[in-house]
């Protein structure tokens, strides 16, 4: 079965220490992104990666880095998360960036930083 | 500037009657455009997807507008059904760095047995 599959649905932490969120794709896929989804804001875009060893500031970088070593994960790491980081966030997988590569999305994650 | 938005923030419908969900755009160089399903709990779903040399798309049950005058979109659902209640995004590619797709903020869609 196609998916995008996301490590942990929820996650509680304190300020400050480091965390990783991992994100892994079996579709093959060429580009990843990182999403953040707030009341009101909609989804917004973290980083992205065109592919392996490729990666690109989306709209809300600060604080977050990512990695591509591999085409099937794009882990998202938060070095000092802080409370302004609490929110759901996706991982999504397309094959491609043009017409018909829809973006399949993970189940989310729901981090809170106290 | 680029945005996506919604003109309507929640949308109730009987059951059985056709949904009518809008979006706006502002970027006239937007190659296409795509609508997202979100059930609670759930990552966002793709429906259907629209390119900018096209009027009008049809699928099951859902028909996707494209009025490129008015820069205007909508997403019809025809005999709305409980399982069609979610939340539905718009966005747009194609337009920025990175193909990086722009979702507009979102409509809840909620049907009424």
């Known amino acids: 079965e196609a998916q995008v599959t996301q490590n942990p649905r929820y996650l509680i932490t304190v300020t400050g220490k480091k965390l990783t969120v991992t994100c892994s794709q079996n579709m093959n896929h060429e580009y990843m992104s990182w999403y953040r989804q707030d009341p009101g804001l909609g989804l917004r875009q973290i980083y992205y990666s065109m592919n392996v060893e490729v990666t690109d500031k989306g709209d809300v970088p600060e604080g977050y880095k990512v990695s591509r070593k591999e085409k099937r994960n794009f882990p998202l790491i938060l070095e000092s998360p802080s409370p302004n980081q609490t929110s759901l966030y996706f991982c999504?997988?397309?094959?491609?960036?043009?017409?018909?590569?829809?973006?399949?999305f993970g189940q989310g994650t729901r981090l809170t930083v106290v | 500037g680029e945005s996506v938005g919604l003109h309507l923030p929640t949308l109730s419908v009987q059951e059985g009657d056709n949904s009518i969900i809008n979006c706006a755009y502002s970027n006239s160089a937007s190659d296409y455009f795509i609508w997202y399903k979100q059930e609670s709990g759930k990552g966002p779903q793709f429906i259907i997807d629209i390119r900018s040399n096209m009027d009008k798309r049809q699928g099951q049950r859902v028909t996707v507008l494209l009025n490129k005058t008015v820069k205007h979109l909508s997403l019809q659902i025809a005999a709305t059904q409980p399982g069609d209640s979610a939340v539905y995004f718009c966005?747009?590619?194609?337009?920025?760095?990175?193909?990086?797709?722009?979702f507009g903020g979102g409509t809840r869609l909620m049907v009424k047995p």
């Open positions: 966005a747009e590619n194609g337009s920025r760095a990175g193909n990086m797709l722009t």
């Open positions: 999504a997988s397309r094959k491609g960036v043009g017409w018909n590569t829809e973006a399949f």
